[in-house]
T-cell receptor, first 109, second 112 residues
């Protein structure tokens, strides 16, 4: 079992819709969770971090964490074509940060 | 504010050649990292430096060496390049170890 798993996609959503990106992790001791956005040919950029169960909102982005079920999600409301990118989930476990392989999001007109 | 600067952006090496990838940050961050990114493999940690004066191996250190020259600079050296080292290399830094990385723009390395 991979430490951090993401569906590679592509996830295709129409403009204006909600995009839901999911990530599961294997270690119950994981303590911090991050979402990075990576445009094609560019470097990753941190967009959200979440440390406790529940929701954390920042503009159109909402991160959701459920430690009991070992998953973390990223919701993007009112999706825009500029949101088309690969979204990387990263999980911190005992000083080791592990990245998932990413989910490619396509927002269609 | 430049953030994290990596050089070069592109490089082609012949098998067996050596080279050093340079990385510098101007955010006064304590921690710096070198990752490689390969299709289907995600980002994998090569080496990191939690603070000035310390370096540690990551997940895939074989074939690489690093130097934390000072708080700003962290270089990655390939002593004898192999085709398996063809990849995109990213340097990153953070104020606190493992939290809130800022990435450089990357080096696309091809070993032939």
């Amino acid at each position: 079992q991979k430490e951090v798993e993401q569906n590679s996609g592509p996830l295709s959503v129409p403009e204006g819709a909600i995009a839901s990106l999911n990530c599961t992790y294997s270690d119950r001791g994981s303590q911090s969770f991050f979402w990075y956005r990576q445009y094609s040919g560019k470097s990753p950029e941190l967009i959200m971090s979440i440390y406790s169960n529940g929701d954390k909102e920042d503009g159109r982005f909402t991160a959701q964490l459920n430690k009991a079920s070992q998953y973390v999600s990223l919701l993007i409301r009112d999706s825009q074509p500029s949101d088309s990118a690969t979204y990387l989930c990263a999980v911190l476990t005992a000083s080791k940060l592990t990245f998932g392989t990413g989910t490619r999001l396509q927002v269609t007109l | 504010n430049a953030g994290v600067t990596q050089t070069p952006k592109f490089q082609v090496l012949k098998t067996g050649q050596s080279m050093t990838l340079q990385c510098a940050q101007d955010m006064n961050h304590n921690s710096m990292y070198w990752y490689r990114q390969d299709p289907g493999m995600g980002l994998r940690l090569i080496y990191y430096s939690a603070s000035e004066g310390t370096t540690d191996k990551g997940e895939v250190p074989n074939g690489y060496n690093v130097s934390r020259l000072n708080k700003r600079e962290f270089s990655l050296r390939l002593e004898s390049a192999a085709p398996s080292q063809t990849s995109v290399y990213f340097c990153a830094s953070s104020e606190v170890n493992n939290y809130g990385y800022t990435f450089g723009s990357g080096t696309r390395l091809t070993v032939v």
